[in-house]
């Protein structure tokens, strides 16, 4: 839920509740509400209004205030509500952290990599996507963003399969879906084999994030970690 205008109607079913109307028919005057919502009486009769329209709420008007009682899609929006609020609380690690870093020019690792078709079979099959054939190079310059990117280590990851290729052998890359400028959804991938330390965000994508998101060395970019369940 994105719209600012769901989160108002969400908070007056909460004072509603707060104030027993989702187990009964409450007697509540918009003067009271606007109080609760910390709002005008104008605006508290309006936001009665729209949850009535949208089916959330029965209402009978009387003289001396508003009979209130919550409908059974208001209940089941408040039953959705605490599920998220329960889930976000008693998960293991939260839904999603967020890491900022510099755009810079890699050593072109990744495209020789990422392009072995041993690991190009398993990003489509795991990741949903084939990736472009090069990665997104972030730089992590805070000690904040450092110790985040450190503690994602210990989170669930999506792992890619190393294999052996004559003598030479591919380690095991962990993935974790992003999402890069919060457009783009990507992949965070961290090789067994890297030249690079953790302060280094590598990013690989259905697209060219340099072209998509119009990037150059020096920009700087939001990346949001999902973690998996």
């Known amino acids: ?3 600012p205008q769901e989160w108002r109607h ?6 509603l509740a707060e104030m027993g109307a989702h187990k009964r028919t409450a007697k509540i005057s918009t003067e009271y509400l606007a109080q609760k919502l910390g709002a005008s009486q104008q605006t508290a009769s309006r936001y009665l209004i729209e949850l009535e ?6 209402r009978t008007i009387t003289h001396d205030g508003c009979l209130i009682k919550i409908d059974a899609v208001g209940v089941a929006e408040l039953q959705k509500l605490h599920a998220n609020l329960r889930l976000l609380m008693e998960a293991a690690y939260p839904p999603s952290i967020t890491l900022e870093g510099t755009v810079f020019t890699g050593l ?6 990422i392009t072995k078709e041993h690991y190009r079979k398993q990003f489509v099959e795991k990741l949903g996507f084939e990736p472009y054939p090069g990665t997104l190079n972030l730089k992590l310059t805070s000690d904040y963003d450092i110790k985040t990117r450190t503690e994602l280590e210990a989170y669930p990851a999506i792992e890619v399969e190393g294999f052996k290729n004559g003598e030479r052998t591919f ?8 999402l890069v400028g919060n457009k783009v959804k990507a992949a965070l991938i961290t090789a067994m084999r890297t030249h690079y330390d953790v302060s280094v965000l590598e990013i690989i994508a259905p697209i060219c994030l340099r072209k998509h998101l119009n990037l150059k060395d020096g920009n700087k970019v939001k990346v949001e970690v999902l973690t998996l369940p």
């Open 1 to 3: 839920m994105t719209d």
């Open 10 to 15: 969400i908070f007056t079913l909460l004072k």
């Open 53 to 58: 329209r949208k089916g959330w709420i029965k």
């Open 108 to 113: 072109g690792e990744g495209a020789y990599y």
């Open 171 to 178: 380690g095991t890359v962990k993935c974790y879906p992003v």
